[in-house]
């Protein structure tokens, strides 16, 4: 499966974005969805994840209650909702897919990252 993310950029602090994530090439309604970042210098880190039906979805405690992660899979897209924006979100955000369970994430498809930057 391909995955091509967009919608990133520069907003001020306290902002919000919504990137998306295109997916193409197999049935996208069979994979489990996530989003992972990588600030400079730092290790990528999980983010958020929603599994092939969206009934499960998970957060990291560092975004939880200020990101929603959806997925539509008529237009085989996940977004990821990002408000309240704080410098510390500033990253590459990466979306992956894995038909193996949100828990291989790590092994499955990505994409090739949308970059977030939150400064005023």
């Known amino acids: 499966v391909q995955l091509q993310a967009c919608g990133g950029g520069l907003v001020q602090p306290g902002g919000s974005l919504r990137l998306s994530c295109a997916a193409s090439g197999r049935t996208f309604s069979n994979y489990d969805m996530g989003w992972f970042r990588q600030a400079p210098g730092k290790e990528r880190e999980f983010v958020a994840a929603i599994s092939w039906s969206g009934g499960s979805i998970y957060y990291a405690d560092s975004v939880k209650g200020r990101f929603t992660i959806s997925r539509d899979n008529a237009k085989n897209t996940v977004y990821l909702q990002m408000n309240s924006l704080k410098p510390e979100d500033t990253a590459v955000y990466y979306c992956?897919?894995?038909?193996?369970?949100?828990?291989?994430?790590?092994?499955?498809?990505w994409g090739q990252g949308t970059l977030v930057t939150v400064s005023s």
């Open positions: 992956a897919a894995t038909g193996y369970g949100i828990m291989n994430l790590k092994d499955g498809y």
